[in-house]
C-alpha cells in the first residue's frame, strides 16, 4: 500500500464516519475561528485606527493642557491652568511658522439639537471653532460652506452640523442648509452639513454642531472654557523644526519660567497612532493566547477521537498487517486520516474567522474599517492545523501500527 492508496483510505474512512468528522471538524473550527476571529478583528480596528489619524494627517499636532495632576495635602489638585482664549489667540498671532492654525472648544458634549416637533438625542458635541478648523480636523464639506471671518468676528448664529445630527433633524426631502434649528436654547441658521466620518470615537465626530468660536464663548457665559490648538504644517520634514518653534512661543504665552517643564502637552497625530499601533500589536499576542488554548482543547479532543478510532478498527488494522501493511504505512493512514479532519475544520474555521472578525471590527469602527482578509492569519491558521493534526495523530497512529497482528485479529 503506497502513499497514495493510504490517502485514499483515510478519506473512505473519514466519509463511513461522517457524524464523528463533523463532530470532530466542528471542535478544530471553533478553535481556529477564535484565532482567526480575534486576530481579523484587530486587524479591522487597526485599519480603522490607521484612516481616522489618515484624516487628521501625518503632519499635524495638537497644543492641550497638560492633564497631570498632584497629590496634596490628600487632595488631588491640577498643576497647571488650562489654555484659555487669550493663550490661543496669542499663540495663533505669534506662531510665525507658515501653518495652518485651528482653534477650538468644545462647549459641551450632552447638548440636544430641535427642528420643529423633532430632536436628537442629548449626545451632541458643540464646538466652538474657527475658519481653519474643518481643513485641519480632516472634516470634508458634503454641502454647503465653510465658516468665514465674517461669522467669526460678528459671532454670528450660524452651525455646521456633522451627518447624523442631519439625519435626525430632517427627513431626505427637506434640505438642512439654511435651516434654522435650535441649540442650548440659541437658534442658529445651518451653513453646512459634514460627510460621514466614523471611526472609533463611536460616531461623536458626526454629531458634532459646529459654531464660531465667539459665539461659543458668548453662549458659555461665565463658564470657563479650555480651547485646544491645532497646527498643520506643509509636510512632514517640516515637523520637528515647527513643534519646537511652537513650544517656544507657548512657553512665551504662559510665561512659564525658565528650567521649569512645559505647562501644557503637545500631541503629534503620528505618536498617537504608534501608540494605538502598540497597543493593538499587545491585542494581538493576547488574541493569539486565547487561540492557542483554545485549539490546544480542540487537539485533546481530536486525540481522543483518534484512539477511540484505533480500538474500534482493531481487527481492521490486524487484517492490513496480516496481508502485509507495514507499521509506517499504518501510521502514515492514522495520521493522515488526523490531519484531513483538521483540515476540514480548519477551512470553516477560517471562514466563520472572516465573517466575525470583520462583524466585530465593523461595529466597533462604525463601518469605517472595511472589509479585511488577513492572509497571514489564514496561512497561520492552516499551518496550526497541521500541527494540530500532527500532534493528536501522532500518539493514536504509533500505538495503532504497534498492534499485534495475531492479537488485533482475535479482537471483537
Known amino acids: 500500500m503506497n502513499l497514495l492508496e493510504n490517502i485514499r483510505e483515510g478519506l473512505r474512512s473519514i466519509a463511513g464516519n461522517r457524524l464523528r468528522t463533523i463532530l470532530t471538524s466542528l471542535i478544530i473550527a471553533i478553535g481556529i475561528t477564535s484565532l482567526v476571529g480575534i486576530l481579523t478583528a484587530i ?3 487597526q485599519s480603522s485606527v490607521d484612516s481616522s489619524f489618515a484624516g487628521l494627517g501625518a503632519n499635524t499636532f495638537s497644543l492641550v493642557a497638560r492633564q497631570d495632576i498632584a497629590r496634596r495635602s490628600g487632595r488631588v489638585q491640577k498643576q497647571d491652568e488650562p489654555i484659555d482664549y487669550f493663550d490661543a489667540v496669542q499663540f495663533k498671532r505669534r506662531f510665525p511658522y507658515g501653518a495652518t492654525i485651528a482653534v477650538s472648544t468644545v462647549v459641551g458634549d450632552a447638548i440636544q439639537a430641535k427642528f420643529g416637533s423633532k430632536k436628537t ?3 451632541l458635541q458643540l464646538t466652538g471653532g474657527d475658519d481653519a478648523y474643518l481643513t485641519v480636523k480632516g472634516f470634508t464639506l458634503q454641502s454647503g460652506r465653510n465658516l468665514t471671518q465674517n461669522d467669526i468676528n460678528y459671532a454670528l448664529n450660524v452651525a455646521i452640523i456633522g451627518s447624523e445630527v442631519a439625519a435626525s433633524l430632517f427627513e431626505r426631502k427637506i434640505n438642512p442648509l ?4 435650535r441649540v442650548a436654547g440659541v437658534q442658529y441658521k445651518i451653513i453646512g452639513v459634514l460627510a460621514k466620518k466614523g471611526g472609533l470615537s463611536g460616531g461623536s465626530e458626526d454629531r458634532i454642531v459646529l459654531i464660531p468660536l465667539d459665539n461659543a464663548r458668548a453662549l458659555a457665559g461665565t463658564r ?3 480651547f485646544d490648538i491645532t497646527a498643520s504644517v506643509p509636510t512632514v520634514a517640516d515637523q520637528d523644526e515647527a513643534i519646537g518653534e511652537a513650544r517656544g512661543v507657548m512657553r512665551q504665552v504662559r510665561r512659564d519660567p525658565l528650567g521649569q517643564p512645559d505647562s501644557f502637552e503637545i500631541q503629534r497625530a503620528d505618536d498617537l497612532a504608534k501608540e494605538t499601533a502598540n497597543i493593538t500589536g499587545y491585542l494581538r499576542i493576547g488574541g493569539f493566547g486565547i487561540g492557542f488554548i483554545t485549539l490546544l482543547g480542540a487537539s485533546i479532543a481530536l486525540l481522543n477521537i483518534m484512539l477511540v478510532s484505533v480500538t474500534e478498527r482493531t481487527r481492521e488494522i490486524g487484517i492490513r498487517k496480516s496481508l502485509g501493511a507495514t507499521p509506517k504505512r499504518i501510521r502514515e493512514q492514522f495520521l493522515i486520516e488526523a490531519i484531513v479532519i483538521c483540515l476540514f475544520g ?10 466575525i472578525g470583520n462583524l466585530i471590527s465593523t461595529l466597533v469602527s462604525q463601518g469605517q474599517g472595511g472589509f479585511v482578509v488577513p492572509w497571514g492569519w489564514m496561512a497561520l491558521g492552516i499551518l496550526v492545523c497541521v500541527t ?8 493514536p497512529a504509533v500505538r495503532a501500527s504497534k498492534l499485534d497482528p495475531i492479537e488485533a485479529l482475535r479482537y471483537e
Open 43 to 45: 486587524d479591522g480596528i
Open 121 to 123: 438625542n442629548p449626545n
Open 178 to 181: 439654511n435651516q434654522v434649528i
Open 224 to 226: 470657563k472654557l479650555t
Open 346 to 355: 480548519g477551512l470553516g474555521g477560517i471562514i466563520m474567522g472572516l465573517g
Open 388 to 395: 494540530v493534526g500532527l500532534f493528536a495523530g501522532i500518539y
